[in-house]
């Protein structure tokens, strides 16, 4: 991933302080962090829920193959009741991938599908570069008209990190996103703001 994951690092650095100041504008929920990173395996790279106010990245190194649907199945496994309360606000879930699944994908996503509070989320991702397999990024959104963001130089990368972390977060964390009720399968009813257009560059992945 090379350059491709330092801005990444970069892009995630950038975002936390309008992330902070969204939650700031959002009093009434508490916004939490969490972060997986996958290679030859996946782990918690953020292992425990950070409140944002508190939250700090830590850099990342481009290592090893591409195990997504180990980290699916991660994720699936902290959205369960519990952790989960039957009460929250809709999470925001982001994928980020340069490359093609190495592992069982589909097994990885059906793990995360058969909890509610998944199909629930707010999902988004990102294919970063021209080498991102943007079909299995797709089947992880689930909706024809969010298609994966295509971030093929750094600028792209961070207007799309800060998006998702600002106006999709400042989406999700408000009072009509919670008035739904308890998690029942489907969709979230949570308008996705337009997402920015990816800015020129030369420097194309």
Do not use: C, Y
């Amino acid at each position: 991933m090379g350059d491709k994951i330092q801005s990444l690092n970069f892009a995630i650095h950038e975002a936390i302080k309008p992330m902070q100041d969204t939650a700031d504008e959002n009093p009434h929920a508490s916004v939490l962090v969490r972060a997986v990173t996958f290679s030859t395996g996946a782990r918690w790279h953020l292992a425990q829920p950070t409140p944002v106010a508190n939250f700090k990245w830590t850099d990342v190194k481009a290592s090893g193959v591409t195990d997504m649907g180990k980290a699916l199945t991660l994720v699936a496994e902290q959205l369960r009741i519990p952790p989960m309360t039957d009460r929250a606000l809709p999470p925001v879930l982001m994928l980020v991938s340069d490359g093609q699944p190495t592992d069982d994908f589909n097994t990885g996503l059906k793990k995360l599908m058969a909890e509610p509070w998944a199909q629930r989320a707010v999902r988004l991702a990102i294919a970063v570069g021209r080498d991102a397999d943007k079909g299995v990024l797709s089947k992880f959104v689930g909706n024809m008209e969010l298609p994966p963001l295509e971030a093929n130089n750094s600028p792209a990368l961070v207007d799309f990190i800060r998006w998702a972390s600002t106006a999709v977060l400042k989406s999700a964390s408000s009072p009509a996103s919670q008035a739904m009720g308890p998690a029942v399968p489907g969709a979230p009813n949570v308008p996705i703001p337009t997402p920015p257009q990816a800015p020129p560059d030369p420097n194309v992945w």
